[in-house]
Every structure is written in structure tokens, then in C-alpha cells.
């Protein structure tokens, strides 16, 4: 299957920094990527939207001055967590799109990323 | 009511058990489906799509009944490794492409 790749994968920083998190397709063009965050228990809980060359879209309540998203190529976005406070503790996971044909039409499946886990103290 | 239930488990079967997982969506007009498998404190990992017309991948069948809106995913022999989360996941469209993710079901499989 498709590769992702992200970095790094893990962080641990002082409140009030920011942490600059990388998320990489490595064998394919993903015209989509996927930003994700997932508390301890919890399901994966969709972020933000990021087309190649345009705003990404956030999801309702992620607020978009604090989760900077830039996705500047075909195969590169980062999420920046801007001000980072102990409550932005959680795992961060990228996935990005790649379409393929399968029964019954074309589909669109997501390679994640290894993640990243980010501790802030 | 959540977009995408799921029976959280915990499922303990021994080994070679056949187990089986369900899976409600709420929005009728979702359009793809997949079940992925998550290890403890690891990504997700696609373990199948699934089709109107049901498929199988060796040991794992997953079927799609789009009018009562659930999937569901039967694993047979279960081996020790099968031990994770199994996160069904719905795809569809309002304004823009969203998956969503239940909350997954943990199966844990005993020696």
C-alpha cells in the first residue's frame, strides 16, 4: 500500500511553544491530506481538511489561528500547534487520500501516517 | 445519536474462534466504507473496504447492508494476532469529503 510518513513522532515541549508537525506522502501524489487527533480512549476525531495549493477546511470547534495547516506540494503538509497548552496533548495523525478503482467504482482510501505524540508540559 | 456506532468491547475469544463486529451509520447518504484495524498507541492500518456485494480477504469477510445502514466484519480462526481495535470508518459528503470514525471495538484473542 501507499506510504505515509510523518515527523517526528513524538514531542515533548513547554507550554506556550510551537510544535511544527510534518506529514509526507512518499510514493504517490495526494491531492488531499487529513490532519486527526486522538485522546487516550477515544476515536480519531477529524482536524482539518488540507487541499494542495489552497485553505484548508477545519472542522467545527478546531479553531484555524491555533492549527495552522500549509500544504504547499503534492506530497507535503504541516500542522503547526501554535501556543501549545498541556489540553493540546494528544496524538496527531495525518492521512492522506489516494484514489484507486475497486467493485462497484472508483473509491478513495487513506494511508495514515505513524502519527505523532505530542506532550506538553 | 453518533454519525458512526460501534459496541466498544472488549470481545476476549481464544484462538480459532470465529468473532464478529457490527456497525451503524447514521447518514443514508454515506458512500464508501472500510473497516481499518488500530494496535495500542499506533496509527490505523486499512484492513478492507467494503462493498454492496460483501468480500472476503482470506480469514476476514465484511458485508454492507445499506438498508438497515450497517457493516459488519466476521473474522474466522482468530489468531493472537488479531488482538487490536477495529475501527469501522463511513465516507461521505456534506459540503466537503468527510471519513468518520467510530470509536472502534476491541478484540482481544487468548491463548
Known amino acids: 500500500g501507499a506510504v505515509v510518513s510523518q515527523h517526528p513522532s513524538w514531542v515533548i515541549c513547554k507550554s506556550g511553544t510551537s510544535v511544527k508537525i510534518e506529514c509526507r506522502s512518499l510514493?504517490?501524489?495526494?491531492?488531499?491530506m487529513f490532519w486527526y487527533r486522538q485522546f487516550p480512549k477515544q476515536s480519531l476525531m477529524l482536524m482539518a481538511t488540507s487541499n494542495e495549493g489552497s485553505k484548508a477546511t477545519y472542522e467545527q470547534g478546531v479553531e484555524k489561528d491555533k492549527f495552522l495547516i500549509n500544504h504547499a506540494s503534492l506530497t507535503l503538509s504541516t500542522l503547526t500547534v501554535t501556543s501549545a497548552h498541556p489540553e493540546d496533548s494528544s496524538f496527531y495523525i495525518c492521512s492522506a487520500s489516494s484514489r484507486s478503482r475497486a467493485s462497484g467504482g472508483a473509491t478513495d482510501t487513506q494511508y495514515f501516517g505513524p502519527g505523532t505524540r505530542l506532550t506538553v508540559l | 445519536r453518533k454519525e458512526v456506532e460501534q459496541d466498544p468491547g472488549p470481545f476476549n475469544v481464544p484462538e480459532g474462534a470465529t468473532v464478529a463486529f457490527n456497525c451503524t451509520y447514521s447518514n443514508s447518504a454515506s458512500q464508501s466504507f472500510f473497516w481499518y484495524r488500530q494496535d495500542c498507541r499506533k496509527e490505523p492500518k486499512l484492513l478492507m473496504s467494503v462493498y454492496s456485494s460483501g468480500n472476503e480477504d482470506g480469514r476476514f469477510t465484511a458485508q454492507l447492508n445499506r438498508a438497515s445502514q450497517y457493516i459488519s466484519l466476521l473474522i474466522r480462526d482468530s489468531k493472537l494476532s488479531d488482538s487490536a481495535t477495529y475501527l469501522c470508518v463511513v465516507r461521505g459528503f456534506s459540503g466537503t469529503y468527510k471519513y468518520i470514525f467510530g470509536t472502534g471495538t476491541r478484540l482481544k484473542v487468548l491463548a
Open positions: 510514493d504517490f501524489q495526494a491531492t488531499t
